[in-house]
Nanobody, 124 residues
Framework: QVQVEESGGGLVQAGDSLRLSCATS????????MGWFRQTPGGAREFVAA????????DVADSVKGRFTVSRDIDKDTMYLQMNSLKPEDSAVYYC?????????????????WGRGTRVTVAS
């Protein structure tokens, strides 16, 4: 069973940057894509960004486009989310997920392995 683990969350000030990492136990990673999602208390889990592993195709939510960048290191089987110009509304628990087969990068139901999440808090 593939597992993923997020790291890099924390408390920052508005305008600061953070980089989240997601490491997979699958070496080498054989899934189709990995993605980032976030969820606030009482809110639905929403798509943030994702990358297809082999081709490096990227999809990014409009709400973070221009501020967040998703990337992957194939040699380390790790995905990253570079978050710049953070806003208080970016505060959430961020989850990493694996899409084993191709369903569309932003299609949340297509992701079948989830991490436990890492909390990001942006103070105003």
């Amino acid at each position: 069973q593939v597992q993923v683990e997020e790291s890099g969350g924390g408390l920052v000030q508005a305008g600061d940057s953070l980089r989240l990492s997601c490491a997979t136990s699958s070496r080498p990673f054989s899934g189709y894509a990995m993605g980032w999602f976030r969820q606030t208390p009482g809110g639905a889990r929403e798509f943030v960004a994702a990358i297809s592993w082999s081709a490096g195709n990227i999809d990014v939510a409009d709400s973070v486009k221009g501020r967040f960048t998703v990337s992957r290191d194939i040699d380390k089987d790790t995905m990253y989310l570079q978050m710049n110009s953070l806003k208080p509304e970016d505060s959430a628990v961020y989850y990493c997920a694996v899409q084993s087969l191709s369903y569309g990068l932003s299609y949340i139901e297509g992701y079948d392995v989830w991490g436990r999440g890492t909390r990001v808090t942006v103070a105003s």
